[in-house]
């Protein structure tokens, strides 16, 4: 990896140690307040928190975007298409965010584990 790609990488690699730090320092207090926060599972909230479909696998290169550039070079998403439903079906809601958000961290130009 090149000076350049990795100096890219550290801000995002501080942000998660920086998160790290804040929620997980004290575990139980964590998970205590976590589990407070979790809303009492009802007939209202059971469907509130109903299965949907789900592509299942949101990563880089399953997201196709259509570019414009302007005079000044400056890049503009004009589109964005999903590819490859292999994975799909149905899954809680939020399951795609959280999967995109995981593979955005990982580097695979990091040879040893983990991939950051």
Not at 42 to 52: G, I, P, S
Not at 55 to 64: I, K, P, S
Request: hydrophobic residues 35%; proline residues 3%.
């Amino acid at each position: 990896m090149s000076k350049t790609e990795n100096a890219a990488w550290r801000p995002s690699l501080e942000t998660f140690q920086k998160i790290d730090e804040l929620f997980f320092k004290d575990q139980d207090k964590f998970f205590h307040e976590y589990m407070e926060l979790l809303p009492a599972l009802n007939e209202d909230t059971v469907k509130e928190e109903a299965v949907v479909f789900c592509h299942n696998d949101t990563q880089e290169n399953n997201l196709m975007h259509a570019f414009t550039t302007d005079t000044n070079g400056v890049k503009e998403i004009n589109e964005v298409k999903i590819i490859d439903f292999e994975y799909s079906g149905i899954n809680h809601r939020g399951v795609d965010l959280a999967g995109y958000i995981q593979e955005a961290c990982i580097n695979y130009a990091v040879e040893t584990t983990p991939k950051y």
